[in-house]
């Protein structure tokens, strides 16, 4: 059995070793924390940064979107004026006009002569300006004049109408076509919104901790607490057995000799303490 002295000095080398120990598992485990608490920071300011980028894309595709919703509207509204409207009309009117006046577009001059099949019986077919054929032009240029009035107000009437041209079939097409591309331009901000709820809704990224920072933590919580009593072990130890063989302090008997003569201390026969 060691000497009570040893002892004490072991237990304090113990407690010393262990605290060294602790120490350093603590130091490696204080660094594994703040590498994990690094990489997290760093994956939160990545995910602020990514959410504000996808914010800012939303919004400016959202503001195309818009824009060119508004364009369709407004060419629409150009289109199906009253002075466009106009124009449309008088265009298709004279269009209406043209093929009801000559449907094969045939040249309708002629020199003169009236054909013998379409001669009346006694007409005279030879071209000459006779009483007969001065009045049968003149009834046949009076039938002819109102016979284009009314194919020129029937061609006034169908241009409003649903003609190729007329406003009947242009500016519901029109309206239909300004629909079609608002309705569009709909569906793509729809699409938009959907993606980006979806992009908002991805969470950052998480990190836990390993089992090595864990082992570090729990090494240095081990440690430090058998270095502390180690420690509180060689220091009660030590008092306990008065540090140098005798009770401690205020306990045990100590009994000193009242003489050492110069003999026995020369020859190394000291009387034993008791």
């Known amino acids: 059995m060691c000497d009570p002295v040893t002892g004490s000095l072991m237990s304090l080398g113990g407690s010393l070793v262990s605290g060294v120990g602790g120490m350093m598992a603590a130091g490696q485990a204080q660094k594994g924390m703040q590498a994990f608490q690094d990489a997290q920071n760093q994956a939160n300011a ?3 940064a990514y959410q ?3 914010r800012r894309d939303a919004t400016i595709q959202e ?3 818009r824009e060119k919703a508004d364009l369709a509207r407004n060419t629409t509204l ?3 004026a009253p002075a466009n409207q106009k124009l449309q009309q008088q265009d298709e009117q004279d269009r209406l006009n043209t093929v009801y006046q000559n449907p094969q577009g045939k040249n ?7 054909p013998a099949n379409y001669a009346v019986p006694g007409q005279d077919t030879s071209g000459k300006d006779t009483p007969f054929t001065q009045a049968l032009g003149t009834a046949v240029s009076a039938a002819s004049n109102m016979a284009r ?3 020129a107000a029937l061609a006034t009437t ?3 109408g649903g003609s190729f041209g007329g406003l009947g079939h242009v500016v519901p097409q029109e309206l239909q076509q300004g ?5 569009l331009q709909n569906a793509e901000r729809a699409g938009n919104l959907a993606t980006y709820q979806r992009e908002a809704a991805v969470q950052p990224l998480n990190y836990a901790m390993g089992p090595g920072v864990e082992s570090d933590m729990s090494m240095a919580k081990t440690l430090g607490g058998l270095a502390g009593s180690l420690f509180s072990k060689g220091i009660t130890g030590g008092m306990s057995s008065g540090m140098f063989g005798g009770g401690g302090a205020g306990g045990g008997n100590v009994s000193v000799p009242n003489s050492v003569s110069s003999s026995d201390w020369m020859s190394g026969g000291l009387p034993a303490w008791s």
């Open 46 to 48: 990545e995910w602020v």
């Open 52 to 54: 504000n980028q996808i």
């Open 63 to 65: 503001q195309q979107f």
């Open 78 to 80: 150009q289109q199906i």
């Open 108 to 114: 309708l001059t002629t020199t003169g002569q009236i």
């Open 149 to 151: 009035q009314r194919i």
């Open 158 to 160: 169908n241009s409003y």
């Open 179 to 183: 629909g079609n591309a608002i309705n």
